[in-house]
Nanobody, 126 residues
Framework: QLRLVESGGGLVQPGGSLRLSCAASGATLQYFGIGWFRQAPGKEREGVSC????????YYTDSVKGRFTISRDNAKNTVYLQMNSLQPEDTAVYYC???????????????????WGQGTQVTVST
């Protein structure tokens, strides 16, 4: 069974960068569409970005376009989220999740196939 573990969060000043990792075990990640989600205190969880397994199509929510980049390294069975120009409103717990199988195309309305992992905390503050 696919298991995903997030890492790479931390405390960063506004304008700084972080790279989150979503490492997989139990299955080959390249056959899955993978989404990054986040949940800020007192807010609902929201989709941030998604990478398709089908045609490699990428999705970003409007608030992160031009700042965040999702990518995958099949050799390392890992998906990354490079986050640049971070702002306080990016503060949240970030989760990755498998959202589809082979041939999946991200839509922006992606939902996890399995239960959530523990996430990784990102705090943007002075």
């Amino acid at each position: 069974q696919l298991r995903l573990v997030e890492s790479g969060g931390g405390l960063v000043q506004p304008g700084g960068s972080l790279r989150l990792s979503c490492a997989a075990s139990g299955a080959t990640l390249q056959y899955f569409g993978i989404g990054w989600f986040r949940q800020a205190p007192g807010k609902e969880r929201e989709g941030v970005s998604c990478i398709s397994s089908g045609d490699g199509r990428l999705y970003y929510t409007d608030s992160v376009k031009g700042r965040f980049t999702i990518s995958r390294d099949n050799a390392k069975n890992t998906v990354y989220l490079q986050m640049n120009s971070l702002q306080p409103e990016d503060t949240a717990v970030y989760y990755c999740a498998a959202v589809g199988g082979p041939g999946y195309v991200c839509s922006g309305n992606d939902r996890p196939l399995y239960s959530w992992g523990q996430g990784t905390q990102v705090t943007v503050s002075t």
